[in-house]
């Protein structure tokens, strides 16, 4: 992700799982937002993006446990942005370390300032006792707003 991510509890969970004496720490959560070059709609970047971070955080190789919404739903921030969202999820994923989770995603399409196409994209571990529930993140969504006036590249 890029454009300023935040982590919810960056030390959940840690383990040395490769043996190599560092110690890798996994959040609970995690947004941000990005860029979507080539992306024609706003549902396209809904429905094609959340599942890509369920499978690379939580569930890849495998992709038998993984599930995601096939359609967009239409979404207005409270301050007015007009986009479409999409959720992905994995279930009863293969678990090979002690941080392995099953995990969800969310992702919110939606044009900036400048009207590019861009995403907001929140991911975090599932079905743990820490578990950030879909109506929280439903709530963080709706504060998404732009920041400042548009900028020229």
């Known amino acids: 992700l890029q454009g ?16 190599d004496g560092k110690t890798e720490d996994t959040a609970l959560a995690v947004v941000g937002s990005k860029g979507a070059d080539g992306a024609k709609t706003t549902d396209e970047i809904a429905i094609n993006t959340p599942a890509w971070w369920v499978f690379g955080g939580y569930t890849e190789p495998d992709k038998k ?46 044009k900036n300032s400048k009207g590019d196409y861009v995403s907001w994209n929140w991911f975090g571990a599932k079905g743990v006792k820490d578990e950030v529930p879909k109506a929280t993140v439903m709530q ?12 020229a590249n």
């Open 4 to 19: 300023g991510t935040a982590e919810l509890k960056s030390k959940w969970c840690s383990t040395d799982s490769d043996k």
């Open 65 to 110: 446990s993984l599930t995601f919404d096939e359609k967009a739903t239409p979404f207005t921030t409270a301050s007015g942005i007009e986009g479409s969202y999409a959720w992905a999820q994995s279930s009863n994923t293969p678990q090979k370390g002690k941080c392995d989770s099953d995990g969800k995603a969310i992702t919110f399409g939606f």
């Open 140 to 151: 963080i969504l709706s504060t998404v707003r732009w920041h400042g006036e548009p900028t």
